[in-house]
């Protein structure tokens, strides 16, 4: 039995007979894998027009929570997913854009906000693509 969510993506992909890696890969049709993995999340994105209609229409609070729910997490499971099958260590990935993220904080450590809700960046921030690459480039020397 699976302990974590990875270790059930991978299972998935096994039984489903989907690509996986343990280390990064960049397969020769990446291009074709990308125009399907971007169709199918646009499908799933397109569900929000439906939750928004809901939401309009006065719908339980329960059931927008539980279109709600079910899109987010159909998303992140397709993204894990790609993920593996790029062999990218998504967990480590997203511990760092979370640095990158904490580092957007003013100079007294508050959140700078724009006139959307959208956090600013403060003077010490730092964009997460170097040590991504870094992590990358270890992993696929390995």
Same mark, same amino acid.
């Given at each position: 039995?699976?302990?974590?969510?990875?270790?059930?993506?991978?299972?998935?992909?096994?039984?489903?007979?989907?690509?996986?890696?343990?280390?990064?890969?960049?397969?020769?049709?990446?291009?074709?894998?990308?125009?399907?993995?971007?169709?199918?999340?646009?499908?799933?994105?397109?569900?929000?027009?439906?939750?928004?209609?809901?939401?309009?229409?006065?719908?339980?609070?329960?059931?927008?929570?539980?279109? !709600?729910?079910?899109? *987010?997490?159909? @998303?992140?499971?397709?993204?894990? /997913?790609?993920?593996?099958?790029? &062999?990218? #260590? !998504?967990?480590?990935? *997203?511990?760092? @854009?979370?640095?990158?993220?904490? /580092?957007?904080?003013?100079?007294? &450590?508050? #959140?700078?906000?724009?006139?959307?809700?959208?956090?600013?960046?403060?003077?010490?921030?730092?964009?997460?693509?170097?040590?991504?690459?870094?992590?990358?480039?270890?992993?696929?020397?390995?």
């Amino acid at each position: 039995m699976p302990k974590n969510f990875a270790e059930r993506i991978a299972l998935m992909n096994a039984m489903y007979r989907l690509p996986a890696s343990s280390e990064p890969v960049v397969p020769d049709d990446a291009s074709e894998r990308l125009q399907k993995f971007k169709a199918i999340l646009t499908e799933e994105i397109n569900e929000i027009d439906e939750i928004v209609e809901l939401a309009k229409n006065r719908g339980s609070a329960v059931d927008i929570a539980v279109a !709600l729910a079910d899109l *987010l997490g159909d @998303i992140t499971v397709y993204c894990r /997913s790609e993920a593996l099958k790029y &062999g990218l #260590p !998504l967990e480590e990935v *997203l511990d760092i @854009i979370m640095d990158s993220n904490e /580092s957007k904080l003013d100079a007294d &450590g508050k #959140p700078i906000y724009d006139t959307n809700g959208k956090f600013l960046k403060g003077p010490n921030y730092w964009k997460p693509e170097d040590k991504i690459k870094n992590l990358l480039q270890v992993r696929m020397q390995k």
